[in-house]
């Protein structure tokens, strides 16, 4: 990457990027960048191309142009999903995929099995260290007193939050959580909100999301998408006061 305009502490920097389904432009020359150990929101209308920026991201959706830098030299879009995940990029979809029959504990243990060496997984050896990773896992994500709950039990918010867990035990660099408040309590909103502030000091996480008393409660940077470019950016309060974003939620 040789743009002089790029700090340091970039992350993740997307340069011109475009997808287009048949002729229509998902993404058109989307640009923009991460920093490291930064939280950050990004709105839109439907239809914005938010979906489609984290395909591209992640390595699900190849773009016809651009690139997507990770730690300004590599470039995400030559490689697969399982490779980006690999290289710390986790992604956290709306529903989650929780299983109900096994504990918070089973469910945090089967998600740190899935980075251990198959022959330690094939054996079951815990190790202490590990053991210590999880505990300290359900403390952020506020279900230490939840240990020996089944899945099926949690409320659609901590289920929400363990799936959180799940991928924090991944050890990802660069988080991508896809709509966390939907279908949650005001109270649990605010905790994820929280929670999600808590992550971004030990790295990067970019959230996308509808709920705007929920963007509010992130205290971030926030960015407008519209029709696969960048509209606006900065606090909510300023992006909430740019005209062209108020045309386009009023559908103008
Ligand atoms: N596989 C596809 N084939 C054709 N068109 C697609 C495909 N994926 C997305 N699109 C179109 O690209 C545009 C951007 O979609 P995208 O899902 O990225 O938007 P979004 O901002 O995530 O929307 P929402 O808030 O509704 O989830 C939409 O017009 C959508 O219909």
């Known amino acids: ?51 489609t920026m984290m395909d591209v991201v992640t390595g699900k959706t190849r773009p016809d142009s651009g690139e997507v830098f990770f730690h300004g030299e590599v470039d995400l879009t030559r490689y697969d999903e399982t ?18 029959s096994l504990t918070v504990w089973e469910n945090l243990e089967l998600a740190l099995a899935g980075r251990r060496t198959p022959f330690a997984s094939m054996f079951g050896a815990l190790s202490s260290k590990g ?10 994500i506020r279900l230490s007193d939840r240990k020996a709950w089944l899945g099926a039990s949690l409320s659609h918010g901590q289920k929400q939050w363990l799936e959180i867990g799940m991928l924090l035990l991944q050890e990802p660099e660069l988080l991508l959580v896809d709509e966390p408040a939907a279908g ?21 996480v970019v959230v996308v999301e ?25 606090s909510l309060d300023h992006v909430q006061q740019n005209q062209k974003v108020i045309d386009v939620y009023l559908g103008r």
């Open 1 to 51: 990457m040789v743009d002089k305009h790029i700090p340091n502490d970039t992350l993740l920097y997307l340069n011109n990027v475009t997808v287009s389904f048949d002729g229509f432009r998902a993404l058109n020359e989307l640009s923009f960048m991460v920093r490291e150990k930064e939280l950050s929101a990004i709105i839109g209308p439907n239809g914005a191309g938010k979906s």
């Open 83 to 100: 490779e980006v995940a690999n290289m710390g990029i986790g992604r956290k979809f709306q529903k989650p995929s929780v299983i109900e």
């Open 184 to 204: 949650m309590t005001d109270e649990e909103t605010f905790r994820t909100a929280d929670l999600l502030r808590d992550l971004a000091r030990e790295r990067s």
């Open 210 to 234: 509808h709920d705007m008393a929920f963007i509010r409660a992130l205290e971030c940077p926030v960015m407008v998408l519209h029709e696969g470019s960048v509209l606006a950016s900065g």
């Open 131 to 140: 053991a210590r990773r999880i505990d300290e896992v359900m403390e952020l």
